[in-house]
């Protein structure tokens, strides 16, 4: 059974950057493909971005792209979501997750088989 557990959020100003990480344990994430889900209140979950198993390909929703960027340390154990030019659209609580069967990373989150317990990420204007 793998554990995921998200640090790093808080509130930043619009336009500052935020680093938030996702430490596994019980499993290493060099075997998964991992995502970034966040949602925020009265929405649905939503797709943020994915990193493949190797850590090579990613992919990112088109409202983040350009300024969140996906990686992963597998000798750490940890995947990071490097986030820049924050605006208040991107408050939310924030997921990862992990899964077995879609390695190289997936925008769709029946596809992830482990989840954190999320971090608040909160924009202010």
């Known amino acids: 059974q793998v554990r995921l557990v998200e640090n790093g959020g808080g509130l930043v100003q619009h336009g500052g950057s935020l680093r938030l990480s996702c430490a596994a344990s019980g499993g290493a994430l060099s075997r998964y493909g991992m995502g970034w889900f966040r949602q925020a209140p009265g929405k649905e979950r939503e797709f943020v971005a994915a990193?493949?198993?190797?850590?090579?390909?990613?992919n990112y929703a088109g409202s983040v792209k350009d300024r969140f960027t996906i990686s992963k340390d597998n000798d750490k154990n940890t995947l990071f979501l490097q986030m820049s030019s924050l605006k208040s659209e991107d408050t939310a609580v924030y997921s990862c997750a992990a899964s077995v069967t879609n390695i190289i990373g997936s925008s769709l989150s029946q596809d992830y088989n482990y989840w954190g317990q999320g971090t608040q990420v909160t924009v202010s204007s």
């Open positions: 990193i493949s198993w190797h850590g090579s390909i990613t």
